[in-house]
C-alpha cells in the first residue's frame, strides 16, 4: 500500500498553487487535509503526477461571517470551524452536523472544503452545504466563479469542478431569523460513513429536508408547513425518488425507511427549535 | 473494572507479603509498549541487500490462470526478480493437507486461483514502492471460472468444483454416533430442530504479517524471522513445502507482539513464499502485509452451517441431540484445519449432561479465503448453534431459557465429568456459579428493566449463554476428522507438550524462556510472578526472554500461543523447571547450611534453614557457586545453571476407535447474561447491561484475566453486531478497509460485570485454566438471543446490523406514491445482494432503429461510444480489443479490455458485453440492447448486469451502485448525442447534462 510516484509541491501563494494547476491539468491534484486522498493514494486508487499542497497557504485560512455568509477558506479544518465559539449562532446546523464527522482525529486535519471537493454521497459537510443552499467558490488561473452547492454535487466523487480549478472557498449562510434546524444520522458506528443522514431546516412558510447517503449525491427538497399524514406522504415520495442502493451494510429499502423516520423525526425538532 | 481500581490502589503490590501468583499486577511490558519502545517484527533491522517484497493478488474469486507475462514488469526500475508458480514448482512443494484428499495448494497460484487475494506473483524489488510500481505491470491472462460462494453453494453438487482432482466440493464428511439418539427421538415427548449460520470474521490483530526470510546455500537452509505464533505443528508443513528438513528451516520470532488472536498462525505460507523468493533471488527478502492484504486474504474464522435437532422432554431436558456441522474452510483446506471443525470435539454438548449425540461433519470449499485459527477458534460457532437451540427450546416449550439451562447442566457431582463424545470436563459446579452470576450480576433487577421497558412499548430483551471454554489442545483432535482406520496407518497423535526453561547466572539473575510466543497473555508479567514465588525473588530480578528461535530453544509441535495454553500448559511447565532448578539449589545449599534439601528455604532473596532463618545464604552467592566453583560441588551433585522442562497435560490421549476424543486438557466454565434494547425506528441494538462469570480455575493474575476478558468480549460485540468479512455473489471481497470491515470502538462497547469463581484444574501444573477466548464464544450468541427475546422471533443472523433488524420489524414499506399525470418512474435498480449490480432504461434516438444499428456496429463509431477509450482494435468478427480510462472522479484505472458483439438481429436486438482488468481490478458487463421504432425515432432499451472485483470493490462498495450507472448512462448518452438527439435524458436532466458538458460530449 504505497503510492505511485509523483510530485510534490508546497507553493508560496494561491496564484502559485493555481499555476501549477493549469498546467498540471488533469495529472494534478490538491492536497489540503488528505483525510480522504491519502488513503486513495495509498492505494493507488487515484495516481496524479503532482500533489500541490495547499494546507498550509494563509491566503486560504479565512474564516469569517460578514454579508449574510460564512465563508470558510479551504485550509479550514473541520477542527477549526467546530471550534468557532459563535458558530451555533451563525450556522446552526453545520454546528449540529460537525460532531457527526469522522473522529476527532481526522477532524483535525481534514478540512471543510476538502470534503466538499470529494463529494462523498454520504459525507455530512455536502449535505449540510446542500441543505442550506451554500455556495463553492471555484478560482483557476482564468477564472473565478460561484456554484450553487446543488448544481455542483454531480454524483459519487464528482462535481462541477474543473481540473484547472480549486475550491477557494465555500460559504454557508448566515441563519435567518425564525429558522430552526436539525441533523439526524444513522451510521454502523459513530463516526462511520452515514447510512442515511437527514438535515433538515423550517421557518414560518416551510420546510427544507436534505438527505445524504441515500441518492448518489445530497438532495434537499422543500415543502409547506406540512403535518401528520401530509408529512408522511411527502417523505415517502421524497424516499421513493431518493431511491438508494443496496450494499454490505444496508439496503435500499432500510436507508428509505430512515428517509421517512430520522427525516421526520429532524422536521419535528427543526420546527421545535425555530426561536 | 472493580480490578483495574484494586490495581491503581496498590501499585506496588509486589512488596506486599504473601505469593506474587494470584495478585493483580499491572503488566510489566506495558512500559514498553505504550513509551515506544518495544521493538515489533517490522521494526527490527534487515541485512544489507535485502530485497523488498510485493504480492500480486488474484482479482478474481475463480479462474484458471491462462499466462503471466512479467516481461515489462522485470525492466521497471530496481526490480530484481519476479516469482512465479513457475518457481514454486522448482524450489517448493504443496503444504500438507489435514484431510485425506488430493488437493494441491501451493505457495503461489499454479494454474489456477481460488479466491480474490490469493498470491499470484512477487516483485522483489529495492524497496516496497519499486515493487508496487512493477505490480502494476505484470499482466496476467485469467479465465474466470463460476465461483462458489456458499455452504449451500459448496453442497449443491452441480456446482463448480474448485479441487476436480476432489470431486466434490465437500472435501469431508464423517459421521459419529454416541449413545443411542435415534431410540431417544422416537419416544421424547418434543423433537425441535433450528438451522443457524456463523458468519465469517476475525479478530483483526493492529500488527500485521511480517517477514524476513534468506536463503543460505552453503548449509542448503533457510533462515527466517516472522511473527508466527505457532502452532509449530505448522513448521513441519513449511519445512517439508521448502523441500528441507525441519533442522533446516531456521525460525525466529521478535520479542514483541502487535495482536495476533491466533491469526498469526496463517503467516506460514507467506514464510515458505518469502524463503522461495529469497532462494530465487539469491538475497535476504523482506514482506510487510498491508491492511488491505490482511482483510482480504491473510485468514478467516470459519463460516458455518448448524443443522440441529433435539429431542426434548417436557421440561426442556434435551435427552438427545443430532448435529449437523458444515463448515465453510475457504478455497483450501490449510493447516491447521479443519482444526476448527474439531477443536471442541470433546465439548460438543458444552456445560450440558447430554449422553446421546449424533454428529455430521463436512468441510465444505468455497471461493473464499482459507479459514484459520482466530480468537474462540470453533467455539463461537459451535455455541451460536447450542445455545440459540437451548432459547429455541425454551421458546418452544413455554419455558424460562435460564430453567432450560440449569436443568441441562452437568451436576457438580459429576466433575470429573466424561462427555459423550469423550471429552473430561475437569472441574467446577456450573449450577452453582450459574447461581451466583444471577445474584451477583442482579438478574433480578434486569428483568424488572425489561418488565418497565416492555410496558412502556419500548423492544427489550434478555439473552443467556452457558458454556464451557476448552483450553490446552490436544494436538490428536484433529485426526478425529479421519477414521479410526486412517489413523492406525499414520499412527497415534495426542498430548500438548509445552517447553520451558529456567536458568541462573553468576549472579543470582534468573531468566526463563518458553516455547510460547507473545500475543498479550502478559508473560512477562505472568512467568515472572511464578519464578519469582519460586525462588523467593523480585519481579524485577527475574529476566522473561520473550524472543523464540527453532534452533535453539526447547520446542515441539505443541509449542506457540493458540488454544489459551498460556496460563495452563506454559507458565505450569516454567514452574516445574524452576522447581527442578530450586531443588538442585536446595541440595547444594543444604550442604552449606548443613541441613536436610527438603527444609531450605528461598525467600526475600535469602536461602535459609526452615528450622534456623539465622542460618543464611544470599541466593546470588549460591547460585554463583555453581558457575565458579564446579570443582568442589560435593560429590554427585549436578551444578545447578539451568533446567528445561517438557510437560504434556495426562489426560490429553488419542482419539479412541470409537472416536472418543478429549479434546482439551482442561475446561472452564462461563455463563453470561444481558439486556438488550432495540431502537424500534432505526433497528439499533444498545447492550444495556453484560454480566459475565468466569470459572476459569486458578487465576494467576486476576488483573491479566480481566483484560483477556474485556478484550475478548469487545471482539465478541464485534462479531455479534458489527464484523463480517462479506463477499457479493460473484465472489468480489467487500470488507477491504477497516470502513467496511467495522471494528468496535471504545464507544461501542460497553463495560461488563466480570465475575469469578475459581475451582483450580487438577490436570494443570498452576491449577490454572485457559481464561482468554471464552467471551469470544459466548457473547455473540448472548447478545443474540437476547435480540430474539426483544424481536419474540427465531431468525437472527450475525452480525445483527439495524438494517438487518429493520427488516425483521418492519411491516411492508409504503408504496411508492402514484403521481397522476405522469409517467411511471423507473423502479430504483435492484441488486440480489453483494456486488453483482444490474439495472434497465430506455432512451429515444431521434434516428431510425437502422441508423443507430450502423452506429452500435461501427468500431470508430464504438470507440466513441465506449467512456475512456483510446483505442479499439478488430480482434475478430464484431470482437475488439480496447484500452479504456475507466473513472469515477479521481479513482482511474487503464482497462485492458474485450468488448464483443452478439446475438445480432439487425436493427432490432444485439448483447454487448465487456470485460477487463486494471491494477484496480476487474470489470465485467453485458447488456442487451433492443431497438424500437417510434414515431421520434428510435426508443432504445437496456438491461444490464456487472460485476466489479479486485480493490474497488474490495474498498469502494458503497458507491459501485451509483458508479455504474454514472458509467452506463455516459455510454447511452452518447448514443444519443452521436444519433443527432438531445442529451438531455428524461429523468435526471441536469446531473446529466452537466456531467456531459463537464466531460465535453454535448454542448
Known amino acids: 500500500m504505497k503510492p505511485a510516484p509523483f510530485d510534490y509541491l508546497r507553493p508560496a501563494s494561491l496564484s502559485e498553487a493555481l499555476a501549477a494547476l493549469a498546467s498540471g491539468g488533469d495529472e494534478a491534484r490538491i492536497l489540503a487535509g488528505g483525510q480522504s486522498l491519502m488513503p486513495m493514494l495509498n492505494m493507488r486508487l487515484v495516481q496524479p503526477r503532482l500533489l500541490i499542497d495547499l494546507s498550509l497557504l494563509d491566503e486560504l485560512r ?17 477542527a477549526e470551524l467546530m471550534a468557532r465559539p459563535t458558530l451555533a449562532e451563525e450556522v446552526p446546523l453545520l454546528a449540529a452536523a460537525l460532531p457527526w464527522i469522522g473522529h476527532f482525529q481526522t477532524r483535525n486535519r481534514g478540512t471543510v472544503c476538502g470534503s466538499i471537493a470529494h463529494a462523498d454521497p454520504s459525507a455530512e459537510l455536502p449535505l449540510c452545504l446542500v441543505a442550506l443552499g451554500g455556495e463553492v467558490m471555484l478560482r483557476s488561473a482564468r477564472k473565478r466563479r460561484s456554484l450553487p452547492a446543488a448544481a455542483f454535487f454531480l454524483g459519487p466523487l464528482t462535481t462541477a469542478k474543473e481540473a484547472d480549478e480549486i475550491i477557494e472557498a465555500v460559504r454557508f449562510p448566515l441563519r435567518k431569523a425564525e429558522t430552526g434546524h436539525a441533523f439526524r444520522e444513522v451510521a454502523m458506528r459513530h463516526g462511520d460513513f452515514a447510512i442515511t443522514a437527514c438535515a433538515a431546516i423550517a421557518d414560518r412558510n416551510g420546510l427544507r429536508l436534505a438527505v445524504g447517503g441515500v441518492a448518489d449525491r445530497p438532495i434537499a427538497r422543500d415543502w409547506p408547513l406540512l403535518a401528520g399524514a401530509e408529512l408522511d406522504e411527502a417523505l415517502n415520495a421524497f424516499a421513493w425518488d431518493l431511491g438508494g442502493d443496496d450494499d454490505q451494510h444496508a439496503t435500499a429499502r432500510y436507508r428509505r425507511s430512515l428517509v421517512r423516520r430520522i427525516g421526520r423525526t429532524a422536521i419535528e425538532e427543526a420546527l421545535a427549535c425555530r426561536p | 473494572m472493580t480490578a483495574l481500581k484494586s490495581a491503581a490502589t496498590t501499585p506496588q503490590a509486589e512488596s506486599a507479603a504473601g505469593p506474587l501468583v494470584g495478585r493483580p499486577i499491572p503488566r510489566l511490558e506495558d512500559t514498553a ?132 482432482a476432489v470431486g466434490s466440493n465437500i472435501a469431508n464428511t464423517r459421521n459419529f454416533l454416541y449413545g443411542d439418539p435415534d431410540s431417544q427421538f422416537e419416544t421424547a415427548p418434543h423433537r425441535l430442530s433450528l438451522t443457524v449460520h456463523y458468519p465469517r470474521n476475525s479478530c483483526t490483530p493492529m500488527e500485521c504479517f511480517v517477514v524476513q526470510a534468506e536463503y543460505d546455500p552453503a548449509e542448503g537452509g533457510y533462515e ?79 463460516g458455518r452451517r448448524m443443522d440441529l435437532e433435539a429431542a426434548v422432554d417436557a421440561d426442556g431436558k434435551v435427552l438427545a441431540l443430532r448435529m449437523q456441522q458444515t463448515e465453510d474452510c475457504g478455497a483450501y483446506v490449510r493447516a491447521p484445519e479443519p482444526a476448527s471443525l474439531y477443536r471442541n470435539h470433546g465439548n460438543l454438548t458444552g456445560a450440558y449432561d447430554i449422553r446421546h449425540l449424533a454428529v455430521v461433519n463436512r468441510i465444505a470449499l468455497t471461493n473464499k479465503t482459507p479459514s484459520g485459527l482466530n480468537r474462540g477458534f470453533g467455539g463461537g460457532q459451535l455455541y451460536f448453534g447450542l445455545e440459540r437451540l437451548m432459547h429455541h427450546i425454551a421458546v418452544t416449550l413455554n419455558l424460562d431459557p435460564l430453567d432450560v439451562i440449569r436443568r441441562n447442566l452437568v451436576p457438580a457431582s459429576a466433575m470429573p465429568y466424561a462427555t459423550a463424545s469423550g471429552g473430561q470436563l475437569d472441574s467446577g459446579d456450573y449450577p452453582a456459579t450459574v447461581e451466583e452470576a444471577i445474584e451477583r450480576g442482579g438478574l433480578a433487577e434486569l428483568k424488572a428493566r425489561r418488565d418497565k421497558a416492555r410496558a412502556e412499548g419500548r423492544l427489550y430483551g434478555i439473552g443467556y449463554a452457558a458454556i464451557v471454554e476448552p483450553s490446552i489442545s490436544n494436538m490428536g483432535y484433529i485426526t478425529t476428522v479421519l477414521t479410526a482406520e486412517e489413523r492406525r496407518k499414520a499412527g497415534p497423535k495426542n498430548g500438548a507438550q509445552a517447553a520451558a ?42 529476566r522473561v ?69 539465622e542460618n543464611t545464604l ?244 464504438l470507440a466513441a461510444l465506449l467512456p475512456g477509450c483510446e483505442a479499439l482494435d478488430l480482434v475478430g468478427p464484431n470482437s475488439y480489443r480496447a484500452e479504456v480510462v475507466v473513472g469515477i472522479g479521481p479513482v482511474r484505472g487503464r482497462y485492458t479490455a474485450e468488448v464483443a458483439l452478439s446475438d445480432l438481429d439487425p436493427p432490432n436486438s444485439l448483447t454487448l458485453a465487456g470485460s477487463g482488468s486494471s491494477a484496480l481490478g476487474t470489470g465485467r458487463g453485458t447488456g442487451h440492447v433492443t431497438l424500437e421504432r417510434t414515431a421520434e425515432g428510435t426508443t432504445v432499451r437496456y438491461r444490464y448486469t456487472a460485476e466489479v472485483g479486485g480493490k474497488v470493490a474490495a474498498v469502494g462498495g458503497r458507491m459501485l451502485d451509483s458508479a455504474s450507472r454514472l458509467l452506463i448512462g455516459q455510454f447511452f448518452d452518447k448514443l444519443i448525442a452521436r444519433a443527432g438527439g438531445p442529451a438531455a435524458p428524461a429523468e435526471k436532466p441536469s446531473l446529466l447534462k452537466r456531467l456531459l458538458r463537464l466531460l465535453g460530449l454535448a454542448r
Open chain 2, 618 to 861: 544470599s541466593f546470588s552467592r549460591l547460585a554463583a557457586a555453581g558457575h565458579w566453583a564446579p570443582g568442589t560441588l560435593p560429590e554427585g551433585q549436578e551444578a545447578a545453571l539451568r533446567e528445561t522442562a517438557f510437560w504434556t497435560p495426562d489426560p490429553l490421549k488419542a482419539p479412541t476407535d470409537a472416536d472418543h476424543i478429549n479434546s482439551s486438557a482442561c475446561y472452564g466454565f462461563i455463563f453470561d447474561f444481558c439486556g438488550v434494547e432495540v431502537d424500534r425506528v432505526t433497528g439499533q441494538v444498545r447492550i444495556d447491561h453484560y454480566v459475565t462469570m468466569h470459572d476459569a480455575g486458578r487465576l494467576l493474575n486476576p488483573l491479566m484475566v480481566e483484560g483477556q476478558v474485556m478484550g475478548g468480549f469487545a471482539q465478541a460485540v464485534g462479531v455479534a453486531l458489527y464484523e463480517e468479512y462479506a463477499y457479493g455473489e460473484d465472489g468480489g471481497f467487500l470488507s477491504g478497509s477497516f470502513a467496511d470491515y467495522l471494528v468496535p470502538t471504545s464507544m461501542e462497547v460497553p463495560v461488563p460485570v466480570i465475575l469469578h469463581r475459581e475451582s483450580p484444574s487438577p490436570v494443570t501444573p498452576l491449577g490454572a485454566k485457559g481464561a482468554g477466548e471464552g467471551n469470544n464464544m459466548s457473547t455473540p450468541v448472548c447478545i443474540a438471543n437476547a435480540v430474539a427475546d426483544a424481536l419474540g422471533i427465531d431468525t437472527v443472523t450475525l452480525p445483527l446490523t439495524p438494517s438487518k433488524i429493520a427488516a425483521l420489524i418492519d411491516g411492508e414499506e409504503p408504496p411508492r406514491p402514484v403521481v397522476a399525470g405522469a409517467p411511471p418512474a423507473p423502479e430504483p435498480v435492484k441488486t440480489a445482494g453483494g456486488r453483482g449490480l444490474s439495472g434497465e432504461g430506455s432512451r429515444t434516438v431521434p434516428a431510425t432503429p437502422e441508423e443507430v444499428w450502423a452506429i452500435l456496429l461501427d468500431p470508430k463509431e
Open chain 2, 33 to 164: 509498549i505504550l513509551t515506544g519502545a518495544a521493538r515489533y517484527a517490522d521494526d527490527l533491522p534487515v541485512k544489507p541487500g535485502t530485497l523488498h517484497a510485493a504480492i500480486l493478488r488474484s482479482p478474481h474469486a475463480h479462474a484458471e490462470v491462462l499466462g503471466i507475462d512479467v516481461g515489462a514488469a522485470l525492466t521497471m526500475p530496481g526490480v530484481a526478480a519476479i516469482v512465479t508458480g513457475e518457481e514454486a514448482k522448482r524450489f517448493a512443494s504443496p503444504f500438507l493437507v489435514g484431510v485425506k484428499a488430493p488437493m494441491e495448494h501451493w505457495c503461489l497460484a499454479i494454474d489456477r486461483v481460488r479466491y480474490v487475494g490469493e498470491p499470484v506473483a512477487v516483485v522483489l524489488a529495492e524497496n516496497r514502492y519499486l515493487a508496487e510500481d512493477a505490480l502494476d505491470r505484470i499482466e496476467v491472462r485469467y479465465r474466470p471460472l463460476p465461483p462458489v460462494t456458499s455452504i449451500e453453494q459448496a453442497l449443491d453438487p452441480a456446482s463448480e468444483l474448485l479441487h476436480p
Open chain 2, 224 to 302: 527466517v524471522l516472522s511473527n508466527f505464533s505457532g502452532p509449530f505443528a505448522v513448521h513441519p508443513v513449511m519445512a517439508r513445502a521448502l523441500n528441507v528438513s525441519g533442522a533446516k528451516l531456521r525460525l525466529k520470532s521478535p520479542p514483541h507482539s502487535g495482536g495476533s488472536f491466533g491469526n498469526k498462525q496463517a503467516v506460514f505460507p507467506y514464510i515458505v513464499l518469502m524463503g522461495l523468493c529469497a532462494r530465487v533471488s539469491g538475497r535476504p527478502v523482506k514482506w510487510v502485509e498491508d491492511r488491505l492484504e490482511h482483510l482480504m486474504a491473510a485468514t478467516s474464522a470459519t
Open chain 2, 501 to 542: 526453561t529456567v536458568a541462573v547466572d553468576p549472579t543470582g539473575g534468573v531468566s526463563v524462556s518458553v516455547a510460547s510466543v507473545p500475543q498479550g497473555q502478559g508473560h512477562r508479567t505472568v512467568l515472572a510472578q511464578v519464578i519469582a514465588d519460586v525462588f523467593g525473588l523480585r519481579l524485577e530480578d527475574i
Open chain 1, 62 to 78: 479565512s474564516l469569517e461571517a460578514r454579508d449574510g455568509w460564512l465563508t470558510v477558506g479551504a485550509a479550514v479544518t473541520q
Open chain 2, 545 to 613: 526472554v520473550t524472543d523464540f528461535d527453532t534452533a535453539k530453544d526447547a520446542w515441539s509441535i505443541a509449542a506457540g500461543n493458540y488454544s489459551s495454553r498460556f496460563a495452563g500448559a506454559v507458565a505450569g511447565t516454567a514452574h516445574i523447571a524452576a522447581m527442578r532448578l530450586r531443588d538442585r539449589l536446595a541440595r547444594l545449599a543444604a550442604g552449606q547450611l548443613n541441613v536436610r534439601p527438603e527444609d531450605v528455604r528461598f525467600e526475600n532473596g535469602k536461602v535459609f534453614a526452615a528450622s534456623n532463618p
